[in-house]
């Protein structure tokens, strides 16, 4: 059914160097039998491209591993905020949620190692929570997401991302944050295509419950006016804001 | 303690377009007030290298995701594995751990999404069950990881990758793929720095787990003479697998 790389057993070579050091390594290993990959990672591809797989192919089959945006281990997680950083990225956007915290073990974990490259690098970190898709927490489980957000508080993190497309879950991870009293501000992708269709109710919806921001993709993208979307939607948004603050104001007042 | 991006409630708009479309929308939304980023997704990335970051910088800040290499909505992770097969990449490693699947509902979750572009695109799908870093499983746990295996075997997944790190794990994947006849190799990375320090030892040790492939790093790449430590491991891994069939070959014959 598929094509296979090689019979085992095999050695897969991890080219996580420098393009030159990858292209001597290849050719090193292209007559070597034992090996049947070349697995070329994301800070390769960051740096040059995909066009390094064409570059470094030979008669070894090459595999992409885009190591998860600071989903990797804790080493790799470091290496890409530091990269990122040197071509002016202002934030990244990490998920540790499949790759876990270092929390009751004597090291770092993923979720550690990426707040603190980011504070190393002058990087904002902003930390997934919970994803949009169907699906989403099958494995993760929700109160997997919701640990990661108490998580969140005690490690001052300023930014996650919280799915649109289920707002009483942003609205949850509001609460949490107003309960610890954490400044974080929660931005929501998963407006229009994923959720009603309707990026400009969507987004408004998405504030209400508890969002301070809302990625945008398609409904500007593929705008013949993307400009005129945007201040559209800006407009919703910051009505929708004014309404949960007033909401809360009347709420802390009836307290 | 971190920088912020912009006051909420914002904007932050998704560029998963081409370059050209990229610039076009970057330069539309430089002066709109409720715009606070430019999300520079992984497809750009993969495409151009970070230098687009760079290229789409103007006065909104750059945000880079790099939604986490088939670990995305099923949209994107369909896109990731198009755009891979058209730079030759021959395997793609996807980790659906923190993105789910759609099992449940009557949708593509992300694990399918991505083993059917793979299928459509003639990509070989390799398929993380668990990492090897401390805390690993710390969200997504052990029993999560397991049930993946399983779910593999139905969708007759010929590659998955399971931690060199924890030997016990690999024997368990193993037992469970030759419980249900499954046909599945085990890609372990992890051997050398992140386990006993010894890439020899530990890849034998892999191997004699029940790992069929071996993922090495620093130990060739940082080696004086690649080549040779790639034969050196070749040897043991032969030795190593040739032990555990020999085994297996027992075990049969005394069942």
Redesign the interface.
């Known amino acids: ?6 019979e ?10 420098s393009f030159d ?2 292209k ?2 290849a050719y ?2 292209d007559k ?6 070349l ?1 070329i990672g ?1 800070m390769l ?7 390094v ?2 570059a470094l ?1 030979s008669n070894v ?14 080493e790799i997680v470091r290496e ?1 905020v530091k ?2 950083a040197s ?7 990490g ?16 979720l550690e190692a990426f707040v603190s490259a ?1 504070m190393e690098y ?1 990087v ?3 930390v ?1 929570l919970e ?11 929700e109160s ?2 919701e ?2 957000a108490q998580m969140i508080c005690g490690l ?4 996650v991302v919280a799915p649109a497309t289920k707002p009483e879950r942003i609205t949850l991870y509001r609460e949490i944050f107003e309960r610890e009293s954490a400044d974080v ?1 929660i ?1 929501s ?1 998963g407006v229009g295509p ?1 959720r009603t269709g309707d990026p400009l109710k969507d987004s408004a919806e998405a ?1 209400r419950h508890g ?7 398609r409904a ?2 593929k705008a013949n006016n ?2 005129n979307v ?2 559209k ?2 407009g919703e ?2 009505k ?2 004014r309404e949960r603050k007033q909401c809360l104001g009347k709420k802390k007042k009836s307290d």
């Open positions: 059914m598929w094509r296979r790389i090689k085992p057993p095999s050695i897969i070579s991890a080219l996580d160097v050091v990858a001597k390594i090193e290993l070597i039998t034992h090996v049947s990959g697995k994301s591809v960051m740096e040059h491209g995909l066009k797989c064409q192919k089959p090459v595999i992409l591993d885009m190591q998860k945006g600071a989903t990797d281990i804790p890409q990269l990122a071509y002016d990225v202002d934030a990244f956007i998920s540790p949620l499949g790759a876990g915290s270092g929390r009751g073990t004597t090291k770092q974990g993923t980011c002058s904002i970190p902003i997934v994803m949009t898709q169907p699906g989403a927490t099958y494995f993760i489980r997997a997401c640990e990661l001052e993190i300023p930014y501000e931005i992708p994923q504030v969002a301070d921001h809302v990625v945008i993709g500007i993208y993307p400009a945007a201040l939607i800006g948004i910051q929708a804001f």
